[in-house]
Structures are given as structure tokens and as C-alpha cells.
């Protein structure tokens, strides 16, 4: 221990502690105050609130609503995920020798990360609309008459544009994150490998992949956080009358809507909290899964 | 051969149609965004005429519907209230506690880093019933200092957890020969740990900044007057009353003013961004 | 070092949840509803509202007050500028007491919330009564307006109460109380645009059969016979409220939904109405799309001529107010009977109105206003300009709405809309029935399967609930 480091202690009130109680404040005890109100039955009118233990969890699994949207969760997760790594897995194997062009490409795919959701929302609800959308005005001028009028926000397609529309505004941010990491692997090991007869894919499969391992993992980590938590984009897409269709609703859609009501009254604060508290759980145990499945040794260069 | 050629020949082709796609992904973006803003300008007899003709005459009565009517002017000025302010409070706040957790040697700091680590991983629709409850006791709700507080808090953990990896990178010797000149631990911290970290301070606020102007789901439980809206909460009021206008363009031309300064903001700020992105990669 | 570390970070999370769950959390220390003059308008002076005129005993300035008034209405609503001439013409005539709309759409219970438990109190809401009843009347926040609606009326000449026509407040009446001021209400019609008529030599049709005759005429002309916003559950909902309702009466639908059950499902009168609904899509007498239709694509299609008839209440001409293109002469007609069952003066009714919250500061001023507003004169352009059907008994026809109110007007029976499900039923409307009922309209599953699958999901969601 150096002198140094002993003498910052006394920095932890000034310093540290005001973080501490925000922190405290925002975060923390609301965390642990969540968990006391899944155990009320409390409209959020009026003073009256039941206590009701776990009955709100109990609850849970016969709920069809839950279903959909921890489906839409998940589908959104595996589907939207595949596709996504598959994009940045794509940059990161065919691009490390691109030179300047690169580098645009980067600033590029990275766009739609500073635009707000609710903005691309508005756009994918034009891109899809049935009458009038973009996607059907590129597919009939390609030759696909049949296409004119298709309800794409229509219940056998809309969650499938839903997750392309979201790997759309997603992937860049996996494509820099990927590319970061596989820029510090020195150039001439993907030389060395590509003038010793390997292919592109077994260089990537073979050098690249092992040496971004821990980067990827980490990529899947913020992927979970993105796909689990994903509110703002399906709550405006695809309708214009404050709820989005149910068929794409997502975990935190449910909770806003049965804690806060929206046009028809639900009010159920304590059963809403309830959810929250298994979304919470169920992103826990994905990272530590995925952490654990995925866990390799780090591969040194 | 049999074994080599179609592999070689599929790395080939595999190859060409792999940047077709990530040359097409990246148009589409480029694009998407020319669109937008070219449809912002149209009327909407020529919008529903042909989706993609340019503007005849170009109709910024849509900027000032959407600014005026729309809510997005004091929507803008909402925004870079809250959006700034919490950004700058919450380095304000993150940066000295991230200094002296990456560099302080004292029991509990490791847990105290896991415990500001764990809020990352709070979502948000877990707080926000509690903190709404609880801003409602002091009167903070529909109020955008109370926005401000929460989004300070919310993104403590980040910004302190990207600080923290700022300042381990910086050097020790500077602040030793400092303190051997006799200078205090704050005036080393102010006058020569701070500057030092500078890119990592213009990082955290520029992600911040960002994150927060993106931020709409605290917006929406919290606001409940226009006059209060931040940008993506008057947004979705003007998508909702849609229904009575059906004014596509003038939506877009609301859309063009929340993602502009972003999009201006991220022209400047690309390269630090996008390292940062990278820099986090290297956690 | 580790251990101890993370011995400390328990140690502040066991602290957390000790304070958490201590006496004191949020859920159980919201503040009491502060008592009656404890909040900051303490005196009012003596009332104007009980007997005044309008115009008379202007308040003085010592006594000026702002009314606040939380609207489920847009901003952005046709008919908001006449509310917005209608205020500016109260204010100008009481001088003293100034105005303040916070138009907060559809999501005013959403965001009304905070209000309830934060230091401000507003003194009047607006909203679809069905809504206000399921919230704020439920939890017992609005106030009585029995007492005041036994004062005389913004004239002076006649009591408040028989301002509306007879019978139709205590349709609203709850434990004796009445709660609510309904000034528009909307039935459910099938609009159409008179030259479709003129054109086919259509005549409004007696039974469901002849409706459907005129949509298989429609069909050889190539023209969809109705116009439906698929994306909107609430919408779609009008069929099968309607259809139960002819055939089994205005309770059917409710009945089926409350069985705790499931089994009043299963009835024959329920499985015909499924059928005739989802013949809709079947026949082909829908629009192409219509499943991914985007509120209001829909109604705007139709009004344009994509489709010839539409189901849906009387706000539709209202809405539409501005979009509509010239020559198009709104006309609608009640829901036919069905099988020779049902009658066309059970109306199926969607109510907006006023309530007075029980804490208001300004409760006087508050029920001046009410009753300036609910006055013929004031009230008359949301009328004649705006299409609203009102149960107020005023001299003036809505226009584009003269077919509803007729029909209101001979109504023998009226029900809440969609079953009165919003407000009796509202989260089984939401999670069990909607989604079945969009997929028996899509076309996704049969009305046999539709009636199999709501049987069973109403049998579980009842278990849970």
C-alpha cells in the first residue's frame, strides 16, 4: 500500500460520497423499495394499498400477456441477436483490410446510435405502412406488384419488422464495438495467415474470433441489456393511438402499461413492479449464464 | 483441389457479396436519413404523390408548425436543459468519486466499485415507480429539475465505471513528483489529474449528453405538461395527434429537429465516440 | 481486502432493504389527503356560482382564482378551438377567474396520477366517463354534484339539472351519487357517405342479411364494403359488441366476460356472432391491409371513398371535421337487427363529460363555469361546427351528426360501449378479449376456435384475478 493511495482516503467524503448518495437516492433505494411494493395489490390512487406477499409472483406464469412479451423479449434476444453479431461479425472479417474506407464505413453504421428511438420509430411506422409505406413502394418498383397494400404492421409480420427495424438501428453499435477490438490485433498476423493459404473465414474463425473473444462476450452483455429492456422503439411504432399492438410488446411495454394504464385503466402498481422485479432476475441469470458458457481463456497476442 | 479451389472460390464470391451487405447496410442508413430530411420539406399532397420526389417548393411552414404548434421549440429548449444539465452534473458528480475509487488504496473499494458496477444493470421500468413515488412526495414530478436529479442518478454507474478507466490509465509519477512539491490532494486532482483526463471527461459528457437526449421513458412517466416535454416526450404527443392532423410531413420535419443536433453534435464528437466505443471494448 | 469489501457492500445493501421495508416506505407514508382549507386558497369569498348569471357579480381581483382543468382531449383535436373561444368568452365575461387547460390526451390517467398525491389540485376533469368511472370515481375522488346540479342553471330561469334531457344523468348515476356531467355522447353507427347511396339505390338496410346484400353488390363493383382501422383493437371490438348485442341482448357481452367460468361463452348466441364477424374478411368485405391499418388511416381511406360504409361511434364525423372532401353528405344508420333479433333503439353508447374533484380549491367557481359551458348558447358550435351529439336538451342539430342524435333520440335502451367492459372489465378487455377478437377479424382462427379459446382463456384469467 503507498503512501499515496493511504492519503486519498481522506478524498472519500468530499469526493466520493455526494456520488454515493445520489447514487443511493436514484438508484439504489428505489431498487430495494421495488421489491416491497411487488408484495402490495395498490391501484396508485387514492391511500389504499393490500398486502398480498408473493401472490403477485404467483401470478405470473398463467399470465398470457407476460408470455407474449417475455417471448417478444427473447425473439428479439436470439433472432435479432444472430443477425446483428452476424453483421458486425461480417465487418470484422472482411474489412480489416480496407484502409480509410473503413473508418467511414465505422462513422457510418454509427448514426443511428445518437438518434433518439422514438425519432427511427416514426420513420419504420412510414417504411412499413401499409397504403403508402416505403417498403412496398421499393418492392413494387422492383417488380413485386403483389406487395402494394401488404400490412406489414399486420399480426403475422409486424413482430418480424419489428426485430428487423431494431437489428437495423442496433447492429452499427456492435459493428464499432467488434472493429475496435479486432483493429488491436496486428495487421500482419491477418497477413501472415491469409499468404499462408487460409481463407478469409478460417482466418477470422482461427485468429480474429479467439483474440476478440472477451469483446464479443461483452458485446452479448450490453445485447441482453438492449433486447430485454427495449421499450421506446415498440412503443411508437406502428400506431398512432398511444398503445402498440400487443403482439410486439415487450416486458418493459407490459409494466408501463399495466402500471401506468394509458388509455384504458389498469393500475396494477404492485403486479407491474412484480414483472419488473422477474425482468431483473431473468437478465441476471442471462449474463451469468452466458458469461459462464462462454467463458474461454484469454488468448494473448 | 477438389478441396482447395471451391474454398478459394467461395472466399471469393463470399467475400464480394459480404461487402455488398455491409455497403448496402450503410447506404440504407445514409439514406434513411436523406429521406427523412428531404421529406421534411415536402407538402403532403407531394409526399402521398410519390414518397420519393424531391420538394417542389421547400416548406418550412413544417419547422414552424412542428416548432410552434408541435411543441418542439420549448421541446428543444426542454431538452438541453435537462439532457445538459444532467450531463454535466453527473461528471460533475462522477469524476472526483471515480479519481480517488481508481487510485485510492482503503477498505471496501472494490466492493464500492461492484456496487456502483451492479446500477448499471437496473432497468429502468424497475425505479421508475419507487422514484416516481418518491419525487411525487417532494414535488419534483412534471418538474425538469426533477428530471435532471434522476437522470444525474441513473447514470452515476456509468460515468463513474468509464472514469474510473480514464484515470487508471494516467500515470502515477506526475501526481508523485506533484505532492513531493508540496501540493495538496485537491489541487493535485484539480490542477493536474483533470486536465490529464480531458479526453476522458469530453468522452463521458459527449455519451452522456447523447444518452440523455436520447432518454424517453423517464421523460414520459415524469412530464406531464407541454410546456415541459422534452424533445422525444413532444415528439410522441405530436405522433399521437396524428390522428386528428394526419401531417406526415410536418412529423418529420419534428424528427429532423430531435435526431439534428445529435447527428451535428456527433459529427464533431465521432472519433472520441467511436474510441471511447473502442476504449470500452478494452475493459 | 475482498472479503471485507464485500462484506461492506452487504452491509449498505441489508441497510437498504432494513430502510426499505421499515414503516415509512412509500407505499405506506403517502401523505394523508390534505383537509379541506388546509391548502393555500383558503378563503373564497361568498359564492357567485349558486345563483349567479353570467356576467353578474364579477369577483374582484382580491378574489381572482385559476381554475385548473386536466382534458383527455389533444391539443391538436378539431374541436379544441371551440373550447379554446368558448373559455375566452367565459373569461372575458367573469373577470377573475382565468382558465388553465392542460390538454393531456388520452393518457390523462396516466399522467393524473401525480397530481392526486402532489400539492396541486385541480379542479376539473374531463374525460370518457367509462374511464373516469374504472379511476378517479372508483377511488372516490370526484366529488357529489347532486347538490349542485338542484341550483339554478347559468340563466337563472331554469334548474341546472333539467338542462339535459330527462332521465339521462341518472343513467349515470352511481350509490345515489352523481358523479359525472356527460356532454357528448357518441353511439355506435354505420356511416356512410349519402351519394353511395344515391348511386346503388341503397335504402338503410332493416336487418343484418340486407347489409350484407349491399356488400355483395359492392363487391361486384370492386369497392371494399367497409372501412376498418385493423390496428386498433378498441375498434375492432365495435362487431362483436354490436353483434351480441342484437342477438342476446345490450348484457350478453358483459355476462360472457365476467363468467368466472367461461361457459357463458359457449352459448349458440355468442358462436353466431363470431361467425358473422369473421364472414367480414371471408366475404371480402374488408380492404386489403386493413389488419396493419394505422389510426387514422383508415377512417381517412374511407372518407375518400376506399370503402362505403363504416362502423364506429358518432365522434367519426367530428374527427373528421377537416378531411372531409366536398360533396361527401355524412349519413349513418343504427346496427340492423340481426336474425330478426335485437332492436335498433338499444344504443350502444360512448359518454364524455366533466367531473368536479372532491378537493377542488375553487368547487364554485369551478360549477360556474360548468354551468356556463353546458349552456345551449355556449355550447352551440362544438354543435353546429363540430358534429357533437350532446343529451343536453339544447335547440341545435349536430351537423353531419343529425342521423346519431335522431337515433339517440328514439333510443329505448342505452349501454355502455364495447359491453361497458372499459370500465367494468377493462384489463380482461385488454389481455383476453381484444387479442382473441382481432385474431377472429384478421382471419387468423375460425369463430369455432375463437369461441373454444375465449372460453378457456376467460376460465384462467378469472382464476388469477
Not at chain 1, 141 to 160: F, L, S
Not at chain 2, 182 to 208: C, D, H, Q, Y
Not at chain 2, 238 to 247: K, N, P, V
Not at chain 3, 2 to 22: D, H, K, P, Q
Amino acid at each position: 500500500m503507498t503512501r499515496r493511495g493511504r492519503a486519498k482516503r481522506r478524498l472519500f467524503i468530499p469526493f466520493v460520497l455526494p456520488a454515493l448518495v445520489v447514487y443511493a437516492v436514484i438508484v439504489l433505494y428505489p431498487a430495494f423499495q421495488a421489491f416491497n411494493i411487488s408484495l402490495f395489490e395498490w391501484s396508485g390512487f387514492g391511500q389504499t394499498s393490500t398486502y398480498v406477499g408473493l401472490r403477485n409472483f404467483a401470478d405470473i406464469p398463467t399470465d398470457p400477456l407476460y408470455r407474449i412479451a417475455l417471448t417478444n423479449n427473447l425473439v428479439l434476444f436470439f433472432v435479432g441477436g444472430l443477425a446483428v453479431f452476424a453483421i458486425a461479425f461480417l465487418a470484422v472479417a472482411v474489412l480489416p483490410t480496407l484502409g480509410r474506407r473503413r473508418a467511414l464505413f465505422r462513422a457510418v453504421v454509427f448514426v443511428p446510435q445518437v438518434v433518439p428511438l422514438i425519432a427511427l420509430s416514426v420513420l419504420w411506422t412510414f417504411v412499413y405502412n401499409n397504403d403508402f409505406g416505403l417498403l412496398n413502394a421499393i418492392l413494387t418498383a422492383v417488380g413485386i406488384k403483389d406487395a402494394a397494400g401488404t400490412a406489414w404492421m399486420g399480426p403475422d409480420t409486424i413482430e418480424a419488422a419489428v426485430v428487423a427495424a431494431l437489428v437495423w438501428t442496433y447492429a452499427g453499435f456492435y459493428v464499432v464495438l467488434l472493429m475496435a477490438a479486432a483493429s488491436r490485433v496486428p495487421l500482419d498476423l491477418y497477413e501472415a495467415s491469409l499468404l499462408d493459404g487460409a481463407t478469409r473465414w478460417q482466418t477470422f474463425r482461427f485468429i480474429t474470433l479467439p483474440l476478440i473473444w472477451n469483446v464479443v462476450v461483452i458485446g452479448l452483455v450490453l445485447w441482453i441489456i438492449d433486447a430485454m429492456n427495449q421499450f421506446d422503439f415498440v412503443f411508437a411504432v406502428g400506431s398512432t393511438t398511444g398503445q402498440p399492438r400487443q403482439e410486439i410488446w415487450t416486458l418493459p411495454i407490459y409494466i408501463f402499461e399495466q402500471a401506468f394504464g394509458e388509455r384504458i385503466p389498469v393500475f396494477r402498481l404492485g403486479y407491474a413492479t412484480a414483472v419488473a422485479v422477474t425482468l431483473v432476475v431473468i437478465i441476471t441469470v442471462m449474463i451469468v449464464v452466458l458469461r459462464r458458457a462462454l467463458r474461454r481463456p484469454v488468448v494473448e497476442y | 483441389m477438389a478441396r482447395l479451389h471451391p474454398a478459394r472460390l467461395l472466399d471469393v464470391v463470399s467475400r464480394e457479396v459480404s461487402l455488398a451487405l455491409l455497403v448496402g447496410f450503410a447506404s440504407s442508413i445514409v439514406l434513411a436519413l436523406f429521406w427523412i430530411s428531404m421529406t421534411a420539406f415536402k407538402s403532403n399532397a407531394e409526399l402521398f404523390a410519390n414518397v420519393w420526389g424531391l420538394p417542389g417548393l421547400l416548406q418550412l411552414r413544417n419547422f414552424d408548425h412542428a416548432w410552434t404548434i408541435g411543441g418542439m421549440g420549448s421541446g428543444f429548449l426542454n431538452s438541453v436543459f435537462v439532457a445538459g444539465g444532467g450531463a454535466i452534473g453527473v461528471v460533475a458528480l462522477s469524476a472526483p468519486a471515480a479519481y480517488v475509487l481508481s487510485r485510492g488504496e482503503f477498505r471496501g473499494r472494490e466492493a464500492l466499485i461492484n456496487l456502483f458496477a451492479a446500477g448499471m444493470g437496473a432497468p429502468a421500468v424497475l425505479l421508475i415507480i419507487p422514484v416516481f413515488l418518491m419525487l411525487n412526495q417532494v414535488g419534483l414530478v412534471d418538474s425538469p429539475i426533477g428530471l435532471v436529479a434522476v437522470y444525474v442518478g441513473i447514470q452515476v454507474p456509468f460515468t463513474v465505471f468509464v472514469l474510473i478507466g480514464f484515470f487508471a490509465t494516467l500515470p502515477v509519477e506526475l501526481e508523485e513528483a506533484a505532492i513531493v512539491d508540496g501540493a495538496s490532494e485537491i489541487a493535485v486532482f484539480a490542477r493536474i489529474m483533470l486536465p490529464l483526463a480531458r479526453p476522458g471527461i469530453v468522452t463521458a459528457l459527449a455519451f452522456n449528453l447523447i444518452y440523455l437526449w436520447k432518454e424517453f421513458l423517464w421523460g414520459l412517466v415524469l412530464l406531464r405538461s407541454q410546456g415541459h416535454f422534452t424533445l422525444g416526450v413532444a415528439l410522441n404527443a405530436l405522433r399521437e395527434s396524428m390522428s386528428f392532423t394526419a401531417d406526415w410531413v410536418g412529423l418529420f420535419a419534428a424528427v429532423v429537429i430531435v435526431m439534428g443536433p445529435a447527428i451535428v453534435a456527433y459529427l464533431f464528437l465521432s472519433r472520441r465516440m467511436l474510441d471511447a466505443v473502442a476504449f470500452g471494448s478494452g475493459r | 481486502m475482498t472479503t471485507r469489501g464485500s462484506r461492506l457492500g452487504l452491509f449498505l445493501a441489508v441497510a437498504l432493504v432494513v430502510a426499505a421495508c421499515a414503516p415509512g416506505g412509500a407505499v405506506t407514508s403517502v401523505p394523508p389527503p390534505s383537509t379541506p382549507g388546509a391548502t393555500q386558497t383558503t378563503t373564497i369569498g361568498p359564492s357567485t356560482g349558486a345563483t349567479g348569471a353570467p356576467g353578474s357579480a364579477p369577483v374582484t381581483s382580491a378574489q381572482a382564482v385559476t381554475l385548473e382543468w386536466f382534458s383527455a382531449l389533444n391539443e391538436n383535436e378539431p374541436y379544441v378551438a371551440a373550447y379554446k373561444q368558448i373559455i375566452s368568452n367565459f373569461e372575458a365575461s367573469h373577470p377573475g377567474i382565468t382558465i388553465q387547460v392542460t390538454w393531456m390526451g388520452r393518457q390523462l390517467s396516466t399522467k393524473i396520477r401525480p397530481l392526486l398525491q402532489s400539492g396541486t389540485k385541480p379542479d376539473i376533469v374531463e374525460d370518457d366517463l367509462q374511464i373516469m368511472y374504472a379511476g378517479l370515481q372508483k377511488d372516490g375522488l370526484v366529488a357529489d354534484l347532486t347538490p349542485y346540479l338542484a341550483q339554478k342553471d347559468a340563466s337563472g330561469a331554469s334548474t341546472w339539472k333539467d338542462d339535459w334531457s330527462a332521465g339521462s344523468l341518472e343513467l349515470l348515476s352511481k350509490h345515489g351519487e352523481l358523479n359525472t356531467l356527460p356532454f357528448w355522447v357518441n353511439a355506435t353507427q354505420v356511416f356512410y357517405d349519402q351519394r353511395t347511396f344515391d348511386k346503388n339505390g341503397f335504402t338503410a338496410p332493416a336487418s343484418w342479411d340486407d347489409l350484407m346484400a349491399m356488400c355483395a353488390t359492392l363487391k361486384t363493383a370492386s369497392l371494399p364494403c367497409f372501412g376498418e382501422e385493423g390496428g386498433f383493437a378498441d375498434y375492432n371490438m365495435f362487431w362483436m359488441s354490436q353483434l351480441t348485442d342484437r342477438l342476446m341482448g345490450p348484457d350478453a357481452l358483459l355476462a360472457a366476460a365476467t363468467d368466472k367460468t367461461g361457459q357463458t361463452w359457449l352459448g349458440p348466441g355468442y358462436l353466431a356472432a363470431a361467425q358473422k364477424e369473421a364472414s367480414l374478411k371471408s366475404n371480402g368485405y374488408l380492404p386489403k391491409g386493413f389488419e396493419g391499418s394505422q389510426y387514422p388511416a383508415a377512417q381517412i381511406s374511407w372518407v375518400n371513398g376506399k370503402s362505403a360504409f363504416y362502423l364506429l361511434s358518432d365522434w367519426l364525423p367530428s374527427e373528421l371535421v377537416d378531411k372531409t372532401p366536398p360533396g361527401f353528405v355524412f349519413r349513418s344508420f343504427p346496427f340492423p337487427t340481426v336474425d330478426g333479433k335485437g332492436s335498433t333503439t338499444d344504443i350502444e353508447l360512448f359518454q364524455w363529460g366533466f367531473s368536479l374533484f372532491k378537493d377542488a380549491p375553487h368547487a364554485e367557481q369551478a360549477v360556474e363555469f360548468l354551468k356556463y359551458f353546458t349552456s345551449s348558447d355556449a355550447f352551440k358550435p362544438l354543435q353546429t361546427d363540430y358534429a357533437f351529439v350532446s343529451p343536453l336538451k339544447t335547440p341545435y342539430t349536430p351537423k353531419d351528426n343529425a342521423d346519431s342524435q335522431d337515433n339517440i333520440r328514439a333510443g329505448t335502451a342505452v349501454h355502455g360501449y364495447i359491453g361497458g367492459l372499459v370500465a367494468k372489465a377493462p384489463d380482461y378487455l385488454q389481455t383476453v378479449l381484444e387479442p382473441l377478437n382481432d385474431k377472429l377479424i384478421f382471419g387468423q382462427i375460425t369463430a369455432d376456435q375463437f369461441i373454444t379459446q375465449i372460453s378457456a382463456a376467460s376460465a384462467t384469467y378469472w382464476k388469477n384475478h
